[in-house]
C-alpha cells in the first residue's frame, strides 16, 4: 500500500475530497558555494493563493479538534530560502491575526517547535513550568521572545514531512497553543501527537500540490487525563519535553537513523 493511500485511509474523517491537480511547487534552497554537504534542516515551500484558503480552514479545524470553547491558536511556520530560519506562516494562521507574533520569525532549531523539528517528532512545551523554574528561552532572542503571546501557557509541535522525501529537509511545522496549560489543552497526551501529526501530513501534501478541501472541524476532541505533565515523553529542558517516538506515517523509512 503507497504512502498516500496509506494517507487517505487514516485521514478520511479529515477530508471531504482528494484529488492530485498541482497547485503549487516546493522550492529547494538554493545550493550556496561552499555550502556543507549535509542537507539543510528544512527548505523552502512556495504556497499558492489559492491553496491558502485550504490551509487556513485546515488550521481552524486543527485548533478546533483540540479546543472548542476556549483560547486556541494554530499555525504553520516554513523555512527561509537557505533553511536557517522559519517564520509563522500569517496569512494562514488562525486566531493570531491581533497576536505579536502573528508574523514571528525565529533560529530553524529556536523554540519548542524547533524541538520538535530538530527530532523530527512532538514537541510539547509547558510554559508555566518554564516561568516557575525562570529558565532562558530555548534558542531565542531577547526581541523574538518579547513577541511571544504573553499568556500563552502550552505548545504542542510537529515537523511537516515531505512524503516524496521522507529522509530530506523538512517542510516547516505545525503548531497548537493556548493559554490553557498542558493538562487543560490535553496537549501532554500521546493521542494529541499524533492527531496533530495526521494534520502535519495533510499539510505536506498540499505544500507539495496536491489539491485538499478540509470538511469541517469533525474530528473527536481528546479528553483531557490532568494525571501527570507530559506522558511518553522525555524532558530535555525545564517545561520541554520531545516525544519518546512519532506515529506519522511517513516514519516509514529504513533509511532514516542509518
Known amino acids: 500500500m503507497t504512502l498516500f493511500m496509506k494517507l487517505r485511509r487514516r485521514l478520511a474523517s479529515l477530508l471531504i475530497s482528494l484529488g492530485h491537480g498541482m497547485a503549487g511547487e516546493v522550492t529547494a534552497a538554493p545550493s550556496m558555494p561552499g555550502a556543507p554537504e549535509h542537507p539543510p534542516m528544512g527548505r523552502a515551500v512556495w ?4 491553496q491558502e484558503a485550504t490551509v487556513r480552514q485546515l488550521l481552524e479545524s486543527c485548533a478546533r479538534s483540540f479546543v472548542r470553547d476556549k483560547h486556541v491558536r494554530a ?5 527561509s530560502p537557505d533553511g536557517a530560519r522559519r517564520q509563522v506562516h500569517t496569512s494562514t494562521a488562525f486566531n493570531m491575526a491581533n497576536d505579536p507574533d502573528q508574523d514571528l520569525e525565529i533560529g530553524a532549531t529556536a523554540a519548542a517547535s524547533g ?3 530538530a527530532a523530527r517528532c512532538a514537541a510539547v512545551a509547558d510554559l508555566v513550568l518554564l516561568q516557575i523554574t525562570a529558565a532562558p528561552a530555548w534558542g531565542l532572542r531577547a526581541a523574538e521572545q518579547a513577541r511571544v503571546r504573553p499568556t500563552l501557557k502550552s505548545i504542542l509541535s510537529v515537523p511537516i514531512f515531505n512524503p516524496e522525501d521522507v529522509d530530506g529537509p523538512l517542510l516547516g511545522s505545525l503548531q497548537v497553543d493556548s493559554d490553557l ?3 487543560e489543552a490535553a496537549f ?3 493521542e494529541s501527537a499524533e492527531l496533530l501529526q495526521q ?5 505536506s501534501l498540499i505544500l507539495i500540490g496536491v489539491h485538499v478541501r478540509v470538511a469541517d472541524a469533525t474530528a ?4 483531557p487525563v490532568p494525571k501527570s505533565r507530559v506522558e511518553n515523553a522525555t524532558q530535555i529542558e525545564p517545561g520541554l519535553y520531545v516525544m519518546s517516538a512519532s506515529t506519522s506515517i511517513f516514519l516509514v523509512s529504513k533509511n532514516r537513523y542509518s
Open 181 to 183: 496549560t498542558v493538562e
Open 188 to 190: 501532554n497526551k500521546p
Open 199 to 203: 494534520f502535519a501530513d495533510v499539510l
Open 47 to 50: 504556497l499558492e493563493s489559492t
Open 115 to 117: 524541538k520538535a523539528v
Open 75 to 79: 499555525n504553520m511556520m516554513t523555512f
Open 220 to 223: 473527536e476532541r481528546v479528553k
